[in-house]
T-cell receptor, first 115, second 118 residues
Framework: GENVEQHPSTLSVQEGDSAVIKCTYS??????FPWYKQELGKRPQLIID?????GEKKDQRIAVTLNKTAKHFSLHITETQPEDSAVYFC??????????????FGKGTKLSVIP | NAGVMQNPRHLVRRRGQEARLRCSPM?????VYWYRQLPEEGLKFMVY????????ESGMPKERFSAEFPKEGPSILRIQQVVRGDSAAYFC????????????????FGEGSWLTVV
């Protein structure tokens, strides 16, 4: 099955700096890659996603890049703010069988933005 | 439009008891997924259901765990004879339709049910 590796596991940045989180996946047939933000005790919230026919996608301070050849994708947060502090998860869709839609998650990155 | 609704939010069970977690998908969504999150870890897929159908249960432990999504009512994740290792957050998610990798069908998570086994 699909295997998603995520690095780093923890990341501390100064407010205003950029943060980059990287993920690799194993199944070359995977072609949908969402990113979720989870605050302590809360549900994972989708913040951005990218599909394999796109190399980069941007939404205000958040961008995601995808390199299908290398099988890795990254989350970039610019001008970080304290409210960006949370755990971020990358995910990839495992190649579906007949009607299966199984997201495989990375282990998460705990981002701390220091004021 | 209410989001994915889960209850109870917190549940405490003694070892050997049963736990029942309920999930009502977003309005218009007919596909439900259950994920388990252990403390300090990521989300692990358990099961994917449509109404009256289990589509993929490859992530479900073989014993004590079962899930259903009846024609009427919420999806239920049932854990029999709970053990300490079952303590975790159980998240339900839903989507309007199932596997369609070209559209990247987005799934939305509920607030989770935190199970503590004492």
């Amino acid at each position: 099955g699909e295997n998603v590796e995520q690095h780093p596991s923890t990341l501390s940045v100064q407010e205003g700096d950029s943060a980059v989180i990287k993920c690799t996946y194993s199944d070359s047939a995977s072609n949908y890659f969402p990113w979720y933000k989870q605050e302590l005790g809360k549900r994972p919230q989708l913040i951005i996603d990218i599909r394999s026919n796109v190399g980069e996608k941007k939404d205000q301070r958040i961008a995601v890049t995808l390199n299908k050849t290398a099988k890795h994708f990254s989350l970039h947060i610019t001008e970080t703010q304290p409210e960006d502090s949370a755990v971020y998860f990358c995910a990839a869709i495992q190649s579906p069988g007949a009607g299966s839609y199984q997201l495989t998650f990375g282990k998460g990155t705990k981002l701390s933005v220091i004021p | 439009n209410a989001g994915v609704m889960q209850n109870p939010r917190h549940l405490v069970r003694r070892r050997g008891q049963e736990a029942r977690l309920r999930c009502s998908p977003m309005k218009g969504h007919s596909h439900v997924y259950w994920y388990r999150q252990l403390p300090e870890e990521g989300l692990k897929f358990m099961v994917y259901l449509q109404k009256e159908n289990i589509i993929d249960e490859s992530g479900m432990p073989k014993e004590r765990f079962s899930a259903e999504f009846p024609k009427e009512g919420p999806s239920i994740l049932r854990i029999q004879q709970v053990v300490r290792g079952d303590s975790a957050a159980y998240f339900c998610a839903s989507s309007p339709r199932g596997a369609d990798t070209f559209s990247g069908n987005t799934i939305y998570f509920g607030e989770g049910s935190w199970l503590t086994v004492v």
